[in-house]
Every structure is written in C-alpha cells, then in structure tokens.
C-alpha cells in the first residue's frame, strides 16, 4: 500500500485505484540515547597502504540479532562527529508506516540530524518498506540499489525486512524491526561507524505483546496539521495471502490513556485532523480487556471544536457486534462519517479459503446497518482479482456486489503470490485472466458517479493538504468525501463554507462562498513543517548544549592530530 496521501490528486479520473491507506521477542524499554561518546579523536592516518577485504571494514554489533556479513555502504569510517549528518527517510505502504517513519525522524532530528528531503545531499538513507505487495517490494528493492550505487549509508525498517530477514538484498545491511523504532538512534550511529546492526526483538507488558514504541516519541509530522497514531500492531486473522501478518504479528494494542495523552499533546501543537490507523481497528483492545467504542469515546472528549478524527481500516468480524455504538460515533459531529471495511470478494467460498472469517452477509449487514443509521456516510473497500480458487461464478458475485452498493471508495488490488504465505503455494490464475478480471471490474466502478447528486450543494468542509499538481488546496467534507479548492491565503488548516459547482469521480471541486469567513478550529498556530513534535524542554536544552561539546571535542581532536601530524613529520 504506497503511502503518499494518494486521495489528495487533482487529476483523480484516473484508473489506477489503490487503497485507502496510501493516502496516505527481548523486552526493550525506551533507550534513546542523549549524549555522545565522552571525547571523539580523529586518528591520524598511516602512509603505509594495506589491502582490506569488505569483512574488515565492516563489522556487525550484536544489540538484540547481529548479521555476520558486511556492506560496502556502510563502510568502517575514520572517525566522525555524531548527530552532524543528513538523512533521507523514505516509506512506502499504509499510514501506520508514515507513522512510524515520522516518528524515526523526530528522533533523529531531536538527537541533532537533519532530515533531507533531497537524497543526493543525504549521507545516509532510511528506506521503510512495505510488504503487501510485489511492486512496492519492487521499489523497495530498487531503492537499496540506487542508494548503494551512489555510495550511500543504508539503514532499512518496515514490513519487508522483519517478515522476510532472510532476504538477500538486504544481508549485510542496518535494520530496524518494527516494533524498534525508538532505538533508531543506536542503529543509525553504529551505521555511520561502519556497523551492521540488526534489532528485531518484540515490546512485551505483562508477558504480552506490546504496542510498540512508546507513543510520546518525538516525531517529525509529515502535514503538521495532521497525527497519525497507530492505536494498536498486528491483528487476530490468519489470511492465506497476508504477508503483513509475518511481519507485524499477533494483536498488541496500546492503552486508552497512552493514546488520549498523544492526541491531546497533537492539538496542542495545531494538529487538526487525527488518524487512528493500525493492521484492524476493530480488533483494538481485545489482548488488554478495552473495546475500540471505549477509546473512541474518550477521544471525542479531548478533541476540540473543529477538529477531527478519520477512522481508518477495520476487517468485518471486530466491527460486528459495536454497530450500534459505532453509528453513534461516526454521528458525531468531530468524527468524518466515514470507515474503511474490505471485503476482498463477494463470494463466500472465496471468503473460506482466504480464512477471512466473516462471510458476504456479515458484510452486508455492516454496510446496510451503517447507512441507514449514519448520514451520508462513506463506506470504503477493497477487493482482490484473481485470488488461486477464484472461479467464473465467484467473480460474478464479487461483481453483483459492486453494482448493489456503487462504493464511491473502491480500491481493486490483483492477487499477488507472496512468498511464505499458504496462498503462494496454490495454483494461480492465469496472469491474462486475473487481468481481464480487474480491467472488468474497474470498468464498472467507472461506470457510476458517487457524487453528482452533489452537485450546488453548500458545504463545510476542513482544508489540510495541497493537491498533488500543487493547484488546489485539498479539503473534506463530513463524510471525507475529497473537495478540491482553489488555493488561498489564510484557509489552511481552517474550516470554510463552500459550494460545490463540479463532481468528477473521485472528487469535487467547491467555490468559497464570499460572505462566509474562515473558522479557526479551536487549537493553536500548527508547528512549522519540518519541526520536531514531542521534544520536552529539558531534552530541548540538551540538544542545545550538544553542540558546544561537539565543538570543544572538535577542537581538542584537531591539535591531537596537528600534532600528530607535526610529530610524524619530523
């Protein structure tokens, strides 16, 4: 699932669809470092010349899993000054890898590196992967070469490298599990040493499986009128075709109060839009004795007049039985009305051999009961064409329940054979056909338009984003339906009175209505892009005083070799 904020083009007739969240075993407590080594020396170098193999200037740290080999990126360097450094940091995937790549650059920035968004400048390359997919793989992949093709540091986090550690492309190299992120200061200074560092270990409480990172990490938003918190890793399902599952694990949620405190220290800085993302919503709290209703409410208490909360994906079976509270809260006036629940298909036998324990009814009624109940509210879903047992009939019903519903969010996925998983090893589908199968499909989602009726109507919407040609200001409405505006000064961040005057398929463009002025939602002026969230004022000033050590250990570093050098040369 690329990530990218993907529902923020303005060119969105386009036929490519893809999912919702592009748009966008040790025990380890918190071991962020704060200071540096006590005296950092250049060494002076030798004229005598030695050979060296890779082995030698690499060598591999044990912090929770060493990896014997060595990378000629990260090469052994002569000495350096800790914290000095650029860094390029790239994610693919869901929302809750932007989360946590934002929070790996808050830590780093917080710890004195500068986070680059031009990776020619950067001295080192933090690539966050994701592994739903063959392609984003692909990319992923490409990304390591590139990088070592041009000499660069590497250091890899995400779903790709915790589910598949065997991998060859990634021997030799840096990696961060994902439930490490709060050690990627370690990571990354062992990397510029010279050292291949592996953390793969798992957050436990209690005997159980934890969160994850502690959620008061500093961070780096990447909209900072926008939080994104991952309320719980890993899910309950067994799906024959998920590879996340290999990577993320089993259920580990965090607790309510973690949660409310992180969304109200966001508002704080001028967040606006809070999105509580994870692998299944619905299935929150269930390892800790909390329901997902529970946390929501709680939340709504401390969001402020005119902000917001988009709920992100929930599978069936754990939004079953909260229906009624969930209509209630999606009602709300501070929550979009609008939920993310694939179905993948619309055949019950197909539903079976992907072990998504819920069958097309029980979708159904999750639709049925939501739209009668919630105003206008939006229902995304996804589905996959040309799953291995997926026959002519099965495809069909998949495509009577598109043509019931006309979901104005449909995001249609091939079936992609990933290796490990139980699907990977049943007959496939001819490729042709498993084509043929989604150009069908997608003909029909084309077919229909969500938004016409639409059309003149006057509507509050929240503008947090710029479109993806940079034309237009990107906005919501309640149901997050995505109303495009022209671009000006003073309504970023703000909610304004609109009138719709175009619908496309995947969005609407709306005019502001003159007499009507911008409402401030109810926080402070938002963080300036770039600026770390999270970062207390004690750890604010001894990030200050960093520098002058680094400098008084430069400078007693220089006469050691000027002296060297005078002494050598005698």
């Given at each position: 699932?690329?990530?990218?904020?993907?529902?923020?083009?303005?060119t969105?007739?386009n036929?490519?669809?893809?999912?919702?969240?592009?748009?966008?075993?040790?025990?380890?407590?918190?071991e962020?470092?704060?200071?540096?080594?006590?005296?950092?020396?250049?060494?002076?170098?030798?004229?005598?010349?030695?050979?060296?193999?890779?082995?030698?200037?690499?060598?591999?740290?044990?912090?929770?899993?060493?990896?014997?080999?060595?990378?000629?990126?990260?090469?052994?360097?002569?000495?350096?000054?800790?914290?000095?450094?650029k860094?390029?940091?790239?994610?693919?995937?869901?929302?809750?890898?932007?989360?946590?790549?934002?929070?790996?650059?808050?830590?780093?920035?917080?710890?004195?590196?500068?986070?680059?968004?031009?990776?020619?400048?950067?001295?080192?390359?933090?690539?966050?992967?994701?592994?739903?997919?063959?392609?984003?793989?692909?990319?992923?992949?490409?990304?390591?070469?590139e990088?070592?093709?041009?000499?660069?540091?590497?250091?890899?986090?995400?779903?790709?490298p915790?589910?598949?550690?065997?991998?060859?492309?990634?021997?030799?190299?840096?990696?961060?599990?994902?439930q490490?992120?709060?050690?990627?200061?370690?990571?990354v200074?062992?990397?510029?040493?010279?050292?291949?560092?592996?953390?793969?270990?798992?957050?436990?409480?209690?005997?159980?499986?934890?969160?994850?990172?502690?959620l008061?990490?500093?961070?780096i938003?990447?909209?900072?009128?926008?939080?994104?918190?991952?309320?719980?890793?890993?899910?309950?399902?067994?799906c024959?075709?998920?590879?996340?599952?290999?990577?993320?694990?089993?259920?580990?949620?965090?607790?309510?109060?973690?949660?409310?405190?992180?969304?109200?220290?966001?508002?704080?800085?001028?967040?606006?839009?809070l999105w509580?993302?994870?692998?299944?919503?619905g299935?929150?709290?269930?390892?800790?004795?909390?329901?997902?209703?529970?946390?929501?409410?709680?939340l709504?208490?401390?969001v402020?007049?005119?902000?917001?909360?988009?709920?992100?994906?929930?599978?069936?079976?754990?939004?079953?039985?909260?229906?009624?509270?969930?209509?209630k809260?999606?009602?709300?006036?501070?929550?979009?009305?609008?939920?993310?629940?694939?179905?993948?298909?619309?055949?019950?036998?197909v539903?079976?051999?992907?072990?998504?324990?819920?069958?097309?009814?029980?979708?159904?009624?999750?639709?049925?009961?939501?739209?009668?109940?919630?105003?206008?509210?939006?229902?995304?879903?996804?589905?996959?064409?040309?799953?291995?047992?997926?026959?002519?009939?099965?495809f069909?019903?998949?495509?009577?329940?598109?043509?019931?519903?006309?979901?104005?969010?449909?995001?249609?996925?091939?079936?992609?054979p990933?290796?490990?998983?139980?699907?990977?090893?049943?007959?496939?589908?001819?490729?042709q056909?498993?084509?043929?199968?989604?150009?069908?499909v997608s003909?029909?989602?084309?077919s229909?338009?969500?938004?016409?009726?639409?059309?003149?109507?006057?509507?509050?919407?929240?503008?947090?984003?710029?479109?993806?040609?940079?034309?237009?200001?990107?906005?919501?409405?309640?149901?997050?339906?995505?109303?495009?505006?022209?671009k000006?000064?003073?309504?970023?961040?703000?909610?304004?009175?609109v009138?719709?005057?175009?619908?496309?398929?995947?969005?609407?463009?709306?005019?502001?209505?003159?007499?009507?002025?911008?409402?401030?939602?109810?926080?402070?002026?938002?963080?300036?892009?770039?600026q770390?969230?999270?970062?207390?004022?004690?750890?604010?000033?001894?990030k200050?005083?960093?520098?002058?050590?680094?400098?008084?250990?430069?400078?007693l570093?220089?006469?050691?070799?000027?002296?060297?050098?005078?002494?050598?040369?005698?």
């Amino acid at each position: 699932m690329p990530v990218s904020h993907e529902l923020t083009r303005s060119t969105c007739d386009n036929d490519v669809i893809e999912d919702i969240e592009d748009i966008i075993s040790a025990n380890h407590s918190h071991e962020q470092r704060e200071g540096n080594r006590p005296l950092i020396i250049p060494r002076p170098r030798s004229k005598k010349t030695k050979t060296t193999t890779i082995a030698e200037k690499v060598k591999s740290i044990d912090l929770d899993y060493c990896d014997p080999e060595g990378s000629l990126a990260n090469e052994k360097r002569d000495s350096y000054v800790p914290g000095t450094q650029k860094i390029y940091v790239r994610t693919w995937g869901c929302s809750h890898n932007s989360s946590d790549s934002e929070y790996m650059a808050g830590q780093l920035a917080a710890y004195g590196y500068k986070i680059t968004e031009q990776k020619e400048e950067a001295d080192l390359w933090l690539l966050n992967s994701c592994t739903v997919k063959n392609p984003a793989e692909d990319h992923f992949r490409n990304a390591i070469k590139e990088a070592q093709s041009m000499g660069k540091l590497l250091v890899v986090a995400g779903c790709v490298p915790q589910g598949h550690q065997k991998a060859d492309y990634i021997q030799g190299l840096s990696v961060i599990g994902v439930q490490q992120i709060d050690r990627v200061v370690e990571v990354v200074e062992e990397t510029f040493k010279g050292n291949s560092v592996r953390l793969m270990g798992q957050k436990k409480s209690s005997g159980k499986k934890a969160g994850g990172a502690p959620l008061s990490l500093p961070k780096i938003r990447k909209n900072p009128l926008i939080e994104i918190i991952a309320i719980n890793t890993g899910c309950l399902n067994q799906c024959t075709y998920c590879k996340t599952k290999h990577a993320r694990g089993e259920l580990g949620s965090y607790r309510p109060e973690e949660i409310v405190e992180r969304a109200k220290q966001s508002f704080s800085e001028g967040v606006v839009e809070l999105w509580l993302t994870s692998e299944d919503l619905g299935a929150y709290g269930r390892d800790i004795g909390v329901t997902l209703p529970e946390l929501l409410w709680k939340l709504i208490e401390v969001v402020p007049q005119g902000a917001m909360i988009r709920l992100g994906m929930t599978n069936p079976p754990y939004i079953l039985e909260h229906l009624e509270e969930m209509s209630k809260i999606l009602s709300h006036p501070r929550v979009y009305s609008f939920l993310h629940v694939p179905v993948q298909s619309g055949s019950d036998s197909v539903l079976m051999d992907m072990r998504r324990e819920y069958c097309v009814a029980d979708f159904r009624h999750v639709v049925d009961y939501l739209r009668e109940r919630v105003p206008d509210v939006n229902i995304a879903t996804d589905l996959i064409c040309g799953f291995p047992t997926e026959t002519d009939q099965d495809f069909k019903e998949t495509m009577a329940l598109v043509e019931k519903y006309k979901f104005a969010s449909l995001f249609i996925n091939q079936f992609f054979p990933r290796p490990g998983t139980l699907a990977y090893k049943m007959q496939r589908i001819p490729a042709q056909e498993v084509k043929k199968r989604t150009k069908v499909v997608s003909e029909l989602f084309q077919s229909y338009h969500p938004y016409t009726h639409k059309l003149g109507l006057i509507q509050e919407v929240l503008v947090t984003e710029v479109s993806f040609d940079q034309q237009y200001f990107v906005a919501h409405n309640k149901s997050y339906d995505q109303v495009l505006v022209l671009k000006q000064d003073n309504i970023m961040g703000k909610i304004v009175k609109v009138e719709i005057f175009e619908t496309g398929k995947h969005f609407m463009k709306g005019k502001l209505l003159q007499d009507e002025t911008a409402e401030q939602p109810n926080v402070p002026h938002p963080l300036k892009k770039g600026q770390v969230s999270g970062v207390t004022l004690a750890s604010q000033e001894k990030k200050l005083q960093v520098p002058w050590f680094w400098l008084g250990s430069s400078l007693l570093g220089l006469a050691i070799l000027v002296r060297a050098y005078t002494r050598f040369n005698r």
